[in-house]
């Protein structure tokens, strides 16, 4: 019997890169995308219904940032492991990010290449960080 899919959401608010990673993603045999979402706001609302093992998420988010969502997800849905996708290579950023309930992050310049394996660090129990 095939192992069961981990399950996935992106929370992008730049189309092209949401879909990158959606392609990097959906890809790969051992995960399934659940879903996909441009704000925080909309994030919020239906990541409690998807139930996502992990969340990728932009940290710079139109309206509600994205260290402010990882903080909110966390107390909706406590088991979920997020990994920070972002441009900044910003050692407070990383701080809040990982203050708020993140477990990783990943520059997106590294995504392409390490996105596969920062997501099997994460379920491994790691940290994943861009260096």
Known sequence: MPKKAHTIAIVEDDAALS???????????SWQLVSTYSTAESALEGLAADCPEVVLMDIQLPGMSGIECVGKLKTLHPEALVLMVTVYDNNERIFDALAAGASGYLLKRDAPTKLLESLEDLLAGGSPMSS
């Open 19 to 29: 879909g990158i990673l959606s392609e990097i993603v959906s890809s790969s045999v």
